[in-house]
């Protein structure tokens, strides 16, 4: 994707050096465009965890880029697996991130340490490339549930509501639910996205609205609290969201917020689709609610929040009275029954076992 004419991805090996790795600071966004140069596994550790990267299948291509860093000091064995371990705990519900880290030990273990490093950045750079062909194809697959909507409505706005940021700043590029979104806008539909704010860190308002305005797409923050006001009264055609764990049955964990947007939206008949890489599958779990793990975060990021003042100081305030303790569970599962399908790289399905398996039968054998 471009910002301001100049193409970029969102994690790339500096062309100048030829070995550390490059990420925009997305703590930094909307205010500052900031790139940040990581040249060890440390830093890609932090940059994970403090979600300067962020999104589901970015975390997984920045944290195999960090094993290829921590590669060219120690190709050892015990190095491959301590850090892979290490960085597979950096975030614990996106399952993208052990699909990663479990692909670069399956590409490296049968190799000899001198040609370990070079190898993991062969093995990196083929994730971040099927990354983006992926999402390109997403967005393909997603393209005709908008289309329908539009020839319902000819010469109207498509209103799509989204939440958290599904990006191309969430992946290596294109994005997943706003892969859709883009490839529908310059196809030439007229779509227009509410943007949930996604509280408490802001990723709608911040990142999916940065995003959005850099490629033109017309666009709303709402709070995260009025979807289910905006579809009783008709102003959204289609809920799309993205996901950082599927499961078998068709779970979806997406960030907190996200069950609600789809009880509104079974409540109003609004279609609820989940658009996903099959990075994101994870077939060895089957109830979601039950066993996918979600990430606790500090507890400031909901008592407190970070914006730019009037003359351009980007600040960080406390919103909630003094003293008050806060929680901050950072995802929620949606059920399979409130899901209308899933948009993948191969193509729509129905949230449930069978509809996967019809997309991927590979993983039929697998409990
Ligand atoms: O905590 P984040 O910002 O990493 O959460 C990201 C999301 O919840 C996205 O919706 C998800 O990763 C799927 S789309 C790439």
Request: hydrophobic share 45%; glycine share 8%; charged share 20%.
């Amino acid at each position: 994707m471009k910002i301001d004419g100049v193409p970029y991805r969102s994690v790339w090996v500096d062309p100048e050096d030829g070995w550390s790795v490059r990420i925009f600071d997305q703590t930094r966004l909307p205010w500052t465009v900031e790139i940040l140069r990581l040249t060890d596994e440390k830093q890609v550790a932090h940059a994970i965890r403090s979600m300067q990267v962020r999104g589901a299948p970015l975390i997984g291509a920045v944290a195999a880029y960090g094993l290829a860093l921590a590669l060219r000091r120690d190709a050892s064995d015990a190095a491959l697996e301590n850090v892979a371990a290490m960085l597979g705990k950096t975030r614990p519900t996106a399952i993208n991130l052990r699909w990663a880290l479990d692909r670069m030990l399956r590409a490296l273990r049968p190799v000899q340490a001198e040609g370990r490093a070079a190898a993991a950045y062969a093995a990196a750079g083929e994730i971040a490339e099927d990354d983006v062909e992926t999402c390109r194809r997403i967005g393909q697959h997603g393209l005709p549930l908008l289309q329908a909507i539009a020839a319902r409505k000819p010469g109207k706005p498509i209103n799509i509501l989204t939440h958290c940021n599904t990006g191309w700043i969430a992946t290596v590029d294109y994005g997943t639910a706003l892969s859709v979104v883009y490839q529908a806008h310059d196809a030439g539909l007229p779509v227009h996205v509410w943007v949930d704010e996604t509280r408490p860190r802001n990723q709608g308002a911040a990142l999916t609205a940065w995003e959005l305005g850099k490629h033109g797409v017309p666009h709303t923050v709402v709070a995260d609290n009025a979807g289910g006001h905006l579809m009783q009264h008709g102003e959204v055609d289609i809920v799309l969201v993205g996901t950082d764990r599927v499961t078998r049955q068709g779970d979806v964990a997406n960030k907190i917020g996200t069950y609600l947007k789809a009880l509104a939206a079974q409540d109003n008949g609004v279609p609820f689709w989940v658009a996903l890489p099959h990075s994101t599958l994870d077939m060895m779990v089957r109830d979601g609610v039950k066993e996918i793990p979600i990430e606790e975060r500090d507890a400031r990021e909901v008592l407190e929040t970070t914006g730019q003042t009037w003359d351009g100081r980007v600040e960080t305030v406390r919103v909630a009275a003094p003293g008050s303790a806060g929680a901050n569970p950072a995802f929620d599962v949606t059920p399979a029954r409130l899901v209308t399908g899933l948009v993948t790289e191969r193509g729509r399905c129905d949230a449930s076992e069978a509809g996967l398996l019809g997309l991927y039968p590979e993983f039929a054998a697998a409990a």
